[in-house]
C-alpha cells in the first residue's frame, strides 16, 4: 500500500495535470464574468433594439461549451484539454432565432372546453349548495 502511495505521489504527469487544473479553475473565473457581461449586454440590446444579438448569443453558447469541457477536464470525466489546448468548441444555430418576431396565435375562448364533474376527482370538484349539504346530512347520519 505504502509503495504504491509512492509511486502516486511522484508521479510528474499527476503534478502536471495539477497545474492545468488550477489553470482551468482560474479560467472558469473568467468565464463567469464573461456570461455576466454578455448576459448584461445582450439585456440591453433587446432593451434597446427588440431583437437579441447573434454574435453574443454566439459568444455565450461557445462559453457554456467550454465550461462544461472545462468541468469534464477538471472532474477526470475527459482527457482532453480544453480551449487554448485544443479548437474553441463549435456552436450550433440556436433554437431560438428571432425570438422577437415569434408569432404567438391566440386561441379563442370558445375552443376552451369546460370539463365536468366526472373528470375532475372528488377532492377537487366543486358541488352546488343543495347537493354538499345533502352530503353533509348523509356523512351525519352515517356517523350517529
Known amino acids: ?13 499527476t503534478w ?12 472558469l473565473v473568467v468565464a463567469r ?4 457581461i454578455v448576459t ?11 431583437e437579441d444579438n447573434r454574435n453574443l448569443r454566439t459568444l455565450g453558447q461557445g462559453t457554456a461549451q467550454w465550461v462544461c ?8 470525466n475527459s482527457e482532453e484539454k480544453p480551449y487554448p489546448f485544443t479548437d474553441w468548441p463549435e456552436t450550433q444555430a440556436s433554437v431560438v ?22 373528470d375532475v ?3 377537487v370538484s366543486q358541488k352546488s349548495g343543495a347537493e354538499a349539504s345533502s352530503v353533509d346530512d348523509a356523512q351525519k347520519e352515517k356517523s350517529e
Open 97 to 118: 432565432d428571432h425570438w422577437a418576431d415569434a408569432e404567438v396565435d391566440e386561441i379563442p375562448a370558445t375552443e376552451y372546453s369546460s370539463a365536468s364533474d366526472e
Open 16 to 27: 502536471i495535470r495539477l497545474l492545468y487544473m488550477i489553470l482551468f479553475v482560474m479560467l
Open 40 to 50: 448584461i449586454i445582450q439585456f440591453l440590446v433587446v432593451l434597446v433594439s427588440g
Open 121 to 123: 376527482p372528488s377532492f
Open 1 to 13: 500500500m505504502k509503495e504504491t502511495f509512492k509511486i502516486n505521489v511522484l508521479n510528474v504527469d
Open 33 to 36: 464574468f464573461v456570461v455576466l
Open 69 to 76: 469541457q472545462a468541468v469534464l477536464f477538471l472532474t477526470y
